[in-house]
């Protein structure tokens, strides 16, 4: 699990697709601020089914940051 405030750009020699899972989120209030959480919960092959597999939770000055990236890398 992991809450993430900032984030920032690396370049990798080496990149691969990953496999397609079932992913949810959920939205929640803690100390005022509204967050989003984002589970996955792995391939089917995984032996405990319907267990998310990880969660990320980010706030709205997260969510800023993370609209600015995927307006500049996807030119939306």
Do not use: C, W
């Not at 990149?15 to 919960?41: C, L, M, P, R």
């Not at 939770?57 to 997260?62: L, R, T």
């Amino acid at each position: 699990m992991a809450k993430i405030i900032e984030i920032s750009r690396i370049e990798k020699n080496r990149n691969s697709i990953h496999a397609v899972v079932e992913s949810t989120f959920s939205v929640f209030v803690s100390a005022g601020k509204k967050h989003i959480q984002i589970d996955t919960y792995g391939t089917e092959q995984r032996q405990v089914k319907n267990q998310p597999s990880q969660k990320i939770q980010f706030d709205k000055d997260f969510a800023v940051q993370l609209i600015d990236i995927l307006k500049k890398e996807f030119n939306l």
